[in-house]
């Protein structure tokens, strides 16, 4: 028997143990790594599900925030989004509320694949 249990419950007890930092990198391996976000950064994604520009453009700067911080999938909060993309470092109601409509787009390659038909030809291409 392993210090953390059963054998049979050994590998969740061990991540567990370890902390939400830890799962989320064991999750990311398991994703298809293939597609970057600086892959997707440097195409703009036009016609996106919400049909503005700065939808687009806000889903660009997080693209470039995961690009210029080692290049890997993760979740962006709107802190760190207002800190790196405006120059007050905080976010209007109307810039977090765009934050808040395409964050989730853009902490998969899987879901930025969804925001638009360039992004999905960004997906195919690095598969």
């Given at each position: 028997?392993?210090?953390?249990?059963?054998?049979?419950?050994?590998?969740?007890?061990?991540?567990?143990?370890?902390?939400?930092?830890?799962?989320?990198s064991?999750?990311?391996?398991?994703?298809?790594?293939?597609a970057?976000?600086?892959?997707?950064?440097?195409?703009?994604?036009?016609?996106?599900?919400?049909?503005?520009?700065?939808?687009?453009?806000?889903?660009?700067?997080?693209?470039?925030?995961?690009?210029?911080?080692?290049?890997?999938?993760?979740?962006?909060?709107?802190?760190?989004?207002?800190?790196?993309?405006?120059?007050?470092?905080?976010?209007?109601?109307?810039?977090?509320?765009?934050?808040?409509?395409?964050?989730?787009?853009?902490?998969?390659?899987?879901?930025?694949?969804?925001?638009s038909?360039?992004?999905?030809?960004?997906?195919?291409?690095?598969?």
């Open positions: 028997m392993c210090k953390f249990g059963s054998h049979g419950r050994c590998a969740l007890s061990f991540a567990l143990a370890r902390g939400p930092a830890f799962i989320f064991e999750i990311q391996n398991l994703i298809d790594m293939n970057k976000p600086s892959d997707f950064f440097q195409v703009h994604p036009w016609s996106c599900p919400f049909g503005t520009y700065e939808h687009e453009e806000t889903a660009r700067r997080i693209m470039k925030i995961l690009a210029d911080d080692g290049d890997l999938w993760r979740p962006v909060s709107a802190d760190e989004y207002a800190k790196k993309c405006t120059k007050s470092g905080f976010l209007s109601d109307e810039q977090e509320k765009r934050f808040l409509d395409v964050v989730d787009y853009c902490t998969y390659p899987e879901t930025a694949k969804l925001f038909l360039q992004w999905r030809q960004v997906y195919n291409d690095n598969k």
